[in-house]
């Protein structure tokens, strides 16, 4: 098994340049629109970290307690879910079956679990809000060669990532793992 490594930053004007490596997703081809989303978190896996860090601080400075409780209960919820799906077979064969929804209900256990306790607005500006900034700029920003590349190396297992773990954990990787394994099978024959 390869070692974690952490993704470098990418520079800004790879991270956000101007609106031609910017596009609107595909909604009729969700397998294509998924892989794009993937493949960029993976790619921009630190600049994310750094911008999701930033408004968390911001909304952390106006009201620290509430993001202390927000960030307790959806680790907890994304750890609990986590488990769930190891060791429930239910709960794994909804995972494996539908992992974008299986994704939303970690997503919305969090909600529900913050708005009993009142931190629904914290919740919001500073969980969700970063997350939203992240899977719009993952779904719209188009992929580059060099972002290709590093996803097939994560993918044959060369280098894993926190993100990769992550992603993994969530039964996002699947399809990819599969499409490189039959891309290298071919290679081989050849």
Request: some cysteine; proline content about 4%.
């Amino acid at each position: 098994m390869a070692k974690v490594e952490i993704a470098p930053l990418r520079p800004w004007d790879d991270f956000f340049p101007g609106t031609d490596r910017f596009a609107k997703p595909d909604f009729s081809d969700l397998v294509k629109w998924n892989n794009r989303v993937v493949s960029n978190l993976l790619y921009y896996q630190t600049n994310y970290l750094a911008m999701a860090i930033v408004v968390f601080m911001i909304v952390g400075f106006l009201n620290p307690l509430g993001m202390i409780l927000g960030g307790a209960v959806v680790s907890l919820v994304f750890i609990g879910s986590v488990w769930g799906a190891e060791n429930k077979v239910m709960i794994k064969n909804f995972k494996k079956k539908n992992p974008t929804l299986f994704v939303l209900a970690v997503m919305g256990a969090s909600y529900f679990l913050m708005s009993l306790f009142g931190g629904v607005m914290v919740f919001i500006f500073g969980i969700t809000f970063p997350l939203l900034l992240v899977c719009a700029h993952a779904s719209t920003r188009l992929r580059n060669l060099k972002n290709k590349l590093e996803n097939k190396i994560e993918g044959v297992g060369l280098k894993k990532t926190p993100m990769g773990i992550i992603m993994e954990a969530l039964g996002q990787q699947e399809e990819n793992f599969n499409k490189i394994q039959d891309f290298l099978e071919s290679k081989i024959k050849e």
